[in-house]
T-cell receptor
């Protein structure tokens, strides 16, 4: 079956530090990959996505590259801000007629001034 | 962009009563709606998938008679927690798939914090 494994948090960084949140997946076929962000007390917002191998998704300074050879989709940002503090979820959709998303367990990021 | 309006955002109810949560897609047609439950510090657990005009498909272990899902139109889906008990207290989130052919697009509601006392 499909699964998503992401690094466990919490992750605490100082403002302007470099961020990496690892995400690896197991899926049949050619999945689409996503990163969602959840701010406290809110629902999920799509941060970025990639639909095929070697695609790079980017938004708000965050980037992730779909690496089929390593089945990974690591999230990176060069300089985090306090406002980036949130929980980040890696997810996949396997396609093939299914519209379900499979989520990782989430990684809580806290950025301190 | 696509917006899903979910309400109420917070609700407190007495044990034994029922609570209805609504999700509306405001500017697109949602052929498929997903309902999730999120426990503190945990990931989202898919409860059920509903397609407009048909019965919802529930995940294993989710009581369909307790969590009633109705998806009567392309813009509205509801989740009713019947005879709620304190263990049903949780954060419930809906997610809609856009019918409009925008690729693999999912839009999430802002969530409902349910507290059963």
């Amino acid at each position: 079956g499909n699964s998503v494994t992401q690094m466990e948090g919490p992750v605490t960084l100082s403002e302007e530090a470099f961020l990496t949140i690892n995400c690896t997946y197991t899926a049949t076929g050619y999945p689409s990959l996503f990163w969602y962000v959840q701010y406290p007390g809110e629902g999920l917002q799509l941060l970025l996505k990639a639909t095929k191998a070697d695609d790079k998704g980017s938004n708000k300074g965050f980037e992730a590259t779909y690496r089929k050879e390593t089945t990974s989709f690591h999230l990176e940002k060069g300089s985090v801000q306090v406002s980036d503090s949130a929980v980040y979820f890696c997810a996949l959709n396997s396609g093939a007629g299914s519209y379900q998303l499979t989520f990782g367990k989430g990684t809580k990021l806290s950025v301190i001034p | 962009g696509a917006v899903v309006s979910q309400h109420p955002s917070r609700v407190i109810c007495k044990s034994g009563t029922s609570v209805k949560i609504e999700c509306r897609s405001l500017d697109f047609q949602a052929t498929t709606m997903f309902w999730y439950r999120q426990f503190p510090k945990q990931s989202l657990m898919l409860m059920a998938t509903s397609n407009e005009g048909s019965k919802a498909t529930y995940e294993q272990g989710v009581e369909k008679d307790k969590f009633l899902i109705n998806h009567a139109s392309l813009t509205l889906s509801t989740l009713t927690v019947t005879s709620a008990h304190p263990e049903d207290s949780s954060f419930y989130i809906c997610s809609a798939r856009d019918r409009g052919g925008r690729g693999v697009g999912y839009t999430f509601g802002s969530g409902t914090r349910l507290t059963v006392v």
